[in-house]
C-alpha cells in the first residue's frame, strides 16, 4: 500500500475545512481567513476563489447529489454557492454569532439544511430560506451530526444531545451529560450515537434503548471520532495513539481497544467510506494509513510539511483531502 502525493494547493491561512462533492469533480477547501477554494478533485487545475465570509469562515458542506455548496462564517451568515458556476445564489443571516456547524441532510427525504450559531439552530431549505428555528439550546451548540438515514440530527452542548426530528421538528430523544461535547457521530446503521468529550472521554448511547457506555483515559479533549463503514470500529483521537474500539455485539466496554501509535498528539482520524483503511495524522506532521483488524497495522506513512487540521477521502476512497496549519492542501492517492 503506497500514498502518493497526487496534487496540491495553498490558501492564505489555515484549512479550517474541506469537503468533496458528490461527484469527486471538486474538493472545497475553506481558509480561517474567509475565502473558500473550488479545486478541480482530479488534478488541482481550473481553480475557483470565492470570496466565503470576510471575517473568517467555519464550515463547508456540499448538498448530497448536486454541486451545491454552503459556507458558513463568523459574519453569522450561511451562504449557498453554485459549485460548477462558482457563483453566489443565495444567504441567511443567523444573527451575531459564529455559524460553526452545518450538515445536509442524507437520505431520500426533503433537502434540509442544519445549522448552527451560538445557542440557535436552524434547519434551512436549499434556497437558505429558514424551514424551521428551534427554541434555543441551553448552551453553545458544540457538535452537530445527522442519522445516517435522515431522520433526525443529533444536537450537541455542555449538558447533552438533544435528536429533533426532520420532518416535524420534535425532539425524538434528549441525552443528559454532565460535561463538554466537542464532536459527534453516529455509526453508519445508526445503532450507536458518539460523542467525544472535554473531560476527556468517549460516550456511547444506544438511542433505541438506554444502553449508555463511557470510555475514558484519555490524554486531552476527545476532538476526533470516525466510524468504519461496519459500524463496528470507531476510531477516536485524543492521545499519542490513534484508539479503535471495537463497537460489536454489546460494545466496547470491558473490551481493550486497538493502539495505534504516533509520535505526538493525534489531530485527525478518518476511515474510507467503503473500504477499510484508516487515515490519522498527528501534530508532528506525520500521517499514517492502517488496517486495524490486521495483526501488524500500518500500511503507509507519509510525512507532512505542518500538521493536518482536516482529512477528507473522496466519495470513491481513492483520494486523500489533507488541510494543514500553513495553509496548505495536499490530495494523496491510495495505491495498492
Not at 19 to 32: I, K, Y
Not at 226 to 239: K, V
Request: proline share 6%.
Amino acid at each position: 500500500m503506497q500514498l502518493t502525493k497526487h496534487w496540491a494547493g495553498q490558501l492564505d491561512d489555515y484549512v479550517i475545512d474541506l469537503a468533496w462533492s458528490p461527484s469527486a469533480s471538486r474538493l472545497a477547501a475553506a481558509s480561517s481567513a474567509g475565502p473558500v477554494t473550488l479545486f478541480a478533485g482530479e488534478d488541482g487545475t481550473g481553480r475557483v476563489d470565492l470570496p466565503g465570509h470576510g471575517d473568517g469562515c467555519n464550515a463547508v458542506a456540499w448538498r448530497p447529489g448536486t454541486d451545491i455548496l454552503a459556507s458558513g462564517g463568523q459574519d453569522g451568515t450561511v451562504k449557498i454557492w453554485d459549485g460548477d458556476a462558482g457563483q453566489h445564489v443565495a444567504s441567511a443571516s443567523l444573527g451575531g454569532a459564529w455559524v460553526e456547524h452545518l450538515a445536509w441532510r442524507p437520505g431520500a427525504g426533503a433537502p434540509i439544511l442544519a445549522a448552527a450559531a451560538g445557542t440557535r439552530f436552524l434547519f434551512l431549505n436549499p434556497d437558505a430560506t429558514v424551514r424551521h428555528a428551534f427554541k434555543d439550546a441551553p448552551k453553545t451548540v458544540s457538535a452537530l451530526c445527522w442519522h445516517p438515514q435522515g431522520g433526525c440530527a443529533a444536537v450537541g452542548y455542555f449538558g447533552g444531545v438533544c435528536l429533533w426530528g426532520a420532518d416535524d421538528a420534535l425532539v425524538q430523544r434528549e441525552f443528559h451529560y454532565g460535561n463538554g461535547i466537542t464532536t459527534l457521530a453516529w455509526s453508519p446503521e445508526g445503532r450507536w450515537l458518539v460523542s467525544g468529550n472535554q473531560d476527556p472521554s468517549v460516550h456511547l448511547w444506544m438511542p433505541q434503548s438506554d444502553v449508555e457506555l463511557q470510555m475514558s483515559g484519555y490524554e486531552t479533549k476527545v476532538r476526533h471520532l470516525s466510524f468504519d463503514r461496519t459500524g463496528r470500529w470507531l476510531a477516536t483521537s485524543g492521545s499519542q495513539d490513534a484508539c479503535v474500539w471495537d463497537c460489536s455485539g454489546s460494545g466496547p466496554e470491558g473490551r481493550e481497544p486497538t493502539m495505534l501509535p504516533h509520535g505526538d498528539q493525534v489531530c485527525a482520524v478518518a476511515f474510507q467510506h467503503e473500504h477499510g483503511l484508516l487515515a490519522s495524522a498527528s501534530q508532528d506532521g506525520a500521517l499514517f494509513l492502517w488496517s486495524p483488524e490486521r495483526a501488524q497495522p500500518l500500511r503507509a506513512t507519509v510525512r507532512m510539511p505542518a500538521a493536518a487540521t482536516r482529512l477528507a477521502w473522496s466519495p470513491d476512497d481513492r483520494l486523500l483531502a489533507v488541510g494543514t496549519e500553513k495553509g496548505l492542501v495536499y490530495v494523496l492517492r491510495c495505491d495498492p
